[in-house]
């Protein structure tokens, strides 16, 4: 691409600059390849956030991540967390509370932006095992959570004095370095370019915030689309017509992932799963020598036989509950339902951009309180997380009178769940722009970028159910829902990142060459960053 595709004529905010990747595992992997194709033209760098990626020995956890970085682009500076990664563990190792108070202060006047500093720790699941089932890591103490915190912000502060790049490119919002490198960059003015999610098709379109809520720019493409004629949004009220027409509205974005699965694996194939991770692990810990790391710090390397144990337990649990069980019970035809689907616990939808909303059986209780009498909740579990939450959950669910945990896989598509419901609750999830869609209403508890539609009310306060549930029912939504389709193109492209993902895995290993389609998709990115300068220019210079 650099040699026939990337010029200052094509590509002008993205030409000449100092240009930093910020790369975390599966997510870096499409990175390496613009990485190799922008160099020619700028001064490029990648940050690797992760503790375990960049300390360990090479295995296959990291082959094809930062070691691909390492040994086939030697010239590319490589920044990381691991000189931090060890004296963290030698400050804790000390005793007592290794941080700096004084330190700390300042960070929380300077640097809370977007986020308190106790926000801004919500955003790894290395933090907050309080908030979730994942049990190979450990709940961290006060002093870790602070030292941590403290010596990343130093680290980033570093880099950026360092480095001093023109702008930061990224791929993903989760993980503490990224919450610190937001406000570090903020604070100099250095643009810091990640994906939102619209949940319209594949497509996405540039955050400037880490998507923490809605980027002001993309705020005044949608209200400029407010503005036009239905002519004038034709093909996007046609699009929506045709959504509310369809019998399978699940974005084709999940085709193929966990989220679209409804039957049981094979056990053969849950056995080799296991036997998969089994290898992994024996690779990653004895045939890597990783494993005398691992012993240093259970906040910053999950331990193996936790691990193990935890996903033997979902793939057991996962079987038992996608056939007729006493957790989960059938919607009863004709009752007056609102319709709740849970969230993968931990993930960044919930914990970057609804970080006082994860505890989600806490939600299910208030909602419950809120709802007209004769009106049932109905919670569906989340395809992704089955296995992996505690079945004593399920049981204080039931406990509330009037929820009913329903079947997940009654339905083989989200659309009767919402048709039939009277509006649909839930924290930032798609079920409330695909009810949006449908003209029907909605709760939402983040700031994601569909909550413009018309229908679908952000609610900050609990106190405020009771009213927003008794609203619920159909709207006439259709130009608010086009305006908010349209303000997506403008915003972004069609980028898709799994497949970039996965087929930049499979290069890697040797499996495929890297193809015309490949560098095609590759170009999107590219074209999806250029574009998300070119808007943020644009409005920077108005405001």
């Keep these: 691409m ?35 194709d922008l160099k020619s ?99 961290t103490t006060d002093a870790e959570n602070k030292y941590w915190l403290e010596l990343n912000y130093k680290n980033i502060i570093r880099i950026l004095d360092e480095y001093k790049p023109d702008l930061i490119l990224d791929t993903d919002n989760a993980e503490l370095q990224r919450t610190v490198l937001i406000e570090v960059a903020y604070k100099r003015g250095i643009p810091y370019e990640t994906i939102e999610y619209s949940k319209y098709g594949f497509y996405k379109y540039p955050s400037f915030q880490n998507s923490y809520s809605i980027d002001p720019y993309f705020r005044d493409l949608y209200d400029q689309a407010l503005n036009m004629t239905p002519a004038e949004l034709s093909e996007e009220y046609a699009y929506i017509k045709d959504f509310r027409a369809k019998s399978s509205i699940m974005n084709k974005e999940f085709d193929g992932s966990v989220t679209s699965q409804y039957e049981r694996t094979p056990l053969i194939k849950s056995m080799k799963i296991m036997l998969g991770k089994w290898n992994y692990f024996w690779d990653q810990d004895h045939t890597a020598g990783n494993g005398k790391r691992k012993k240093q710090s259970a906040m910053l390397y999950a331990m193996t036989k936790p691990y193990l144990k935890y996903y033997l337990d979902v793939e057991r649990i996962k079987r038992k509950l996608l056939v007729p069980n006493k957790y989960f019970e059938n919607p009863v035809e004709g009752e007056k339902y609102v319709y709740m689907p849970l969230h993968l616990i931990p993930e960044s939808s919930v914990f970057v951009k609804a970080s006082f909303y994860v505890d989600e059986l806490n939600l299910m209780e208030q909602v419950s309180k809120s709802l007209p009498v004769g009106w049932k909740l109905y919670v569906k579990e989340h395809q992704a997380m089955l296995g992996e939450r505690d079945l004593s959950f399920y049981k204080r669910a039931a406990e509330l009178a009037n929820v009913r945990v329903v079947q997940l896989n009654y339905y083989k598509d989200p659309k009767p769940w919402i048709t039939k419901s009277q ?46 549930i008794r609203a619920f029912g159909e709207v006439d939504n259709i130009h608010s829902a086009a305006s908010y389709i349209h303000a997506v193109k403008q915003a972004g492209n069609e980028v898709k990142i799994f497949y970039l993902m996965d087929e930049a895995e499979e290069i890697f290993a040797g499996r495929h060459e890297e193809s015309e389609e490949f560098d095609k998709e590759l170009e999107v990115l590219l074209d999806f960053y250029e574009k998300g300068m070119e808007n943020y220019n644009k409005w920077k210079a108005r405001s």
Aim: charged share 25%; with cysteine; hydrophobic share 35%.
């Design 41 to 139: 033209a700028n001064e490029v760098a990648a940050f690797y956030i992760m503790s375990s990626e960049c300390t360990y020995n090479k295995c296959y956890y990291n082959e094809h991540t930062i070691f691909e970085w390492r040994e086939k682009l030697p010239d590319v500076k490589l920044y990381d967390v691991a000189d931090i990664c060890d004296e963290f563990v030698e400050g804790i190792s000390r005793g007592g509370d290794p941080s700096d108070a004084e330190y700390l202060d300042m960070l929380e006047r300077e640097y809370t932006h977007f986020k308190p500093l106790g926000l801004q720790l919500m955003a790894s699941q290395e933090n907050t095992k309080h908030y979730h089932y994942r049990k190979y890591w450990p709940v």
């Design 2 to 36: 650099a040699d026939d595709g990337f010029s200052k004529d094509k590509y002008p905010n993205l030409y000449g600059k100092r240009i930093l990747f910020v790369c975390r595992e599966t997510y870096s992997k499409p990175l390496w390849f613009l990485a190799r």
């Design 423 to 468: 509006g649909v609750v839930t924290i930032t999830g798609t079920a409330a722009y695909e009810a949006a869609l449908m003209g029907k209403k909605s709760i939402v508890f983040g700031d994601v970028p569909f909550s413009l539609i018309d229908g679908i009310t952000r609610i900050r306060s609990f106190e405020d159910l009771p009213d927003a």
